[in-house]
């Protein structure tokens, strides 16, 4: 398996045919990303979000994961794109998922670097 981002803390061995929740493909391992980054999770942001900062989680593919983190800092996770339904809403978001879609299961991008 290739090397995570710090950010990736949790790799599940996907034996039961889950899907990534962005691209929608059944890949070997899936991620566990917390739609509120744990780095954020002050005192200011638990009293916002209360349990939801340790529950409000997604299974992302390895690329899927790492290109959220690639297009967004800690902070704007944390204010703007918390859900699923924020990211989605987001073009660039759905410009890669649209060119992720139809990738090998086992196809991993080059990294660039990070627009933030």
Known sequence: MPPLENSVEVTHL???GKKCE???RV???LTEHHLIP???HSKRVKRK???ECRTRKALFCIPCHRQIHYLFSNKQLEKDFNSLES???NPDVMKYVDWIKDKPTNFLPTKGKRKH
């Open 14 to 16: 996907n034996s039961s």
């Open 22 to 24: 962005l691209c929608n």
């Open 27 to 29: 890949t070997m391992f």
């Open 38 to 40: 744990k780095a954020t």
């Open 49 to 51: 979000y209360g349990e």
């Open 87 to 89: 990211l989605f809403a």
